[in-house]
Every structure is written in structure tokens, then in C-alpha cells.
């Protein structure tokens, strides 16, 4: 079964950096499948936020960053503010399963 | 703009089977590449996908649950219906359905979300 590790909780002060690691289990994670990030404010449906690995939708502030090397992805948060407080998921596609896995989640805290 | 928006029961019993609806605007489940897709997610828990349907009729499920659920379009109605069956209350969960095209293997626009509570 396909999984992808996210750490349960990070935190930061305003205008800091923090990062989310994404790391697979699976080798096709690092075999040309692309992460994707969610995130999701509270009592809110998620929201695409990182896709393709590096790549922002339109209207995603640039203060937010993915990376992805091997099996492991990362998304960053730098200028860290009070609105960025929610969970952030990863996502990605599993061929062996034929089918979509998330990560567990990880809860930003904004100190 | 592409919208998407949940229906069904809010309260189930066990055994019984749940049907949701999932209506959609913005885009065609005709359209080459498109599909439609289900997420579920128990309160206070991770996001679980569970089912997609393209264009073509290609079906493809959690294999952890691909015995208790059919996935079908109504192409003509802009509606996607999810069916699990055998209900349980740990499927309590709020039932999300979203956008999904083939090569982007990623959910961009998601409905609200139904929450669907299993009780006696």
C-alpha cells in the first residue's frame, strides 16, 4: 500500500520560513509521478495550492513553494502570516494501486 | 467557472447503502481528459480518495473499498453518482467530489463537501 508521510504539525512566528516534507514509500513516487499540495482553512473544502511539483494555480501567492526530489516532496512557506494557518496535504498517483494517495496531513500553527 | 456541489443523506444507517450526488457546472464529462472523482474525510482525519470516473466510462477505485462502491455519469445531466454499500459508522465522513483531468493526476476544483453521519 502506497504511503506518503507528512509530520503531523509544524509551527512559526510571523514572517518566518517553514516546510512540509512529503516523503513516499513507494519507488513510484520518484518514478515521474507528480506531488501536489492542498490546503485546507478550516471548515473549508481543500484547495489546490502546489501542483505539478513547483507549479502555482492562479491567485496562489508566491510565498508558497514546492520542490520534489526522488521520493520526497517539500512545500515551503515563507512570510509565514496568521491567514496561513490550516492543514496541508500532498498528493499523488500510485500506478501500482491505479489509483490517488494523500498524505496524512500536517496542521500549521502560526505562533 | 467549474463548480461542483455534493447531495445525499446526511444520516445513514449501518448496513445500509449510501448514495451521493455530485452536480457539476463549468465543464463536460465529455470532454477528452475530464473526470470526476470522490474524497472522503473523517472528522478531525486525513483526506481518503475513493473513486474516479472519466470520460471514456474508465472506472477506477480505492482498492481498499473497490467491493462496496460503483461510480457512474450522467453525462447529459452534468451528475456524477458515488454508491457505497454495507455502511458503517466508521464511514462517517464529510464526502467530497472534485475535477480531475488525466494528465494533471490531481483534484483542482473540489466541491464543499457533505458530511454523512452513520448511526442507528
Known amino acids: 500500500q502506497s504511503i506518503l508521510t507528512q509530520p503531523p504539525s509544524v509551527s512559526g512566528a510571523p514572517g518566518q520560513t517553514i516546510t512540509i516534507s512529503c516523503t513516499g514509500n513507494?519507488?513510484?513516487?520518484?518514478?515521474?509521478?507528480?506531488v501536489h499540495w492542498y490546503q485546507q482553512l478550516p471548515g473549508t473544502a481543500p484547495k489546490l495550492l502546489i501542483y505539478?511539483?513547483?507549479n502555482r494555480p492562479s491567485g496562489v501567492p508566491d510565498r508558497f513553494s514546492g520542490s520534489k526530489s526522488g521520493t520526497s516532496a517539500s512545500l515551503a512557506i515563507t512570510g509565514l502570516q496568521a491567514e496561513d494557518e490550516a492543514d496541508y496535504y500532498c498528493?499523488?498517483?500510485?500506478?501500482?494501486?491505479?489509483?490517488?494517495?494523500f498524505g496524512g496531513g500536517t496542521k500549521l500553527t502560526v505562533l | 467557472q467549474i463548480t461542483l456541489k455534493e447531495s445525499g443523506p446526511t444520516l445513514v444507517k449501518p448496513t445500509e447503502t449510501l448514495t451521493l450526488t455530485c452536480n457539476f457546472s463549468?465543464?463536460?464529462?465529455?470532454?477528452?481528459?475530464?473526470?470526476v472523482g470522490w474524497i472522503r474525510q473523517p472528522p478531525g482525519k486525513a483526506l481518503e480518495w475513493l473513486a474516479l470516473?472519466?470520460?471514456?466510462?474508465?472506472?477506477r477505485y480505492s482498492p481498499s473499498l473497490k467491493s462496496r462502491l460503483t461510480i457512474t455519469k450522467d453525462t447529459s445531466k452534468h451528475q456524477v453518482v458515488l454508491k457505497m454499500t454495507n455502511m458503517d459508522p466508521v464511514d462517517t465522513a464529510t464526502y467530497y467530489c472534485?475535477?480531475?483531468?488525466?494528465?494533471?493526476?490531481?483534484?483542482?476544483?473540489w466541491g464543499q463537501g457533505a458530511l454523512v453521519t452513520v448511526s442507528s
Open positions: 505539478g511539483n513547483t
Open positions: 463549468g465543464f463536460s464529462l465529455s470532454t477528452s481528459g475530464v473526470g
Open positions: 472534485a475535477h480531475h483531468f488525466w494528465s494533471r493526476n490531481n483534484f483542482d476544483y
Open positions: 513507494s519507488p513510484k513516487i520518484g518514478a515521474g509521478n507528480d
Open positions: 470516473i472519466y470520460w471514456n466510462d474508465d472506472k
Open positions: 498528493q499523488s498517483y500510485d500506478s501500482s494501486l491505479s489509483g490517488w494517495v
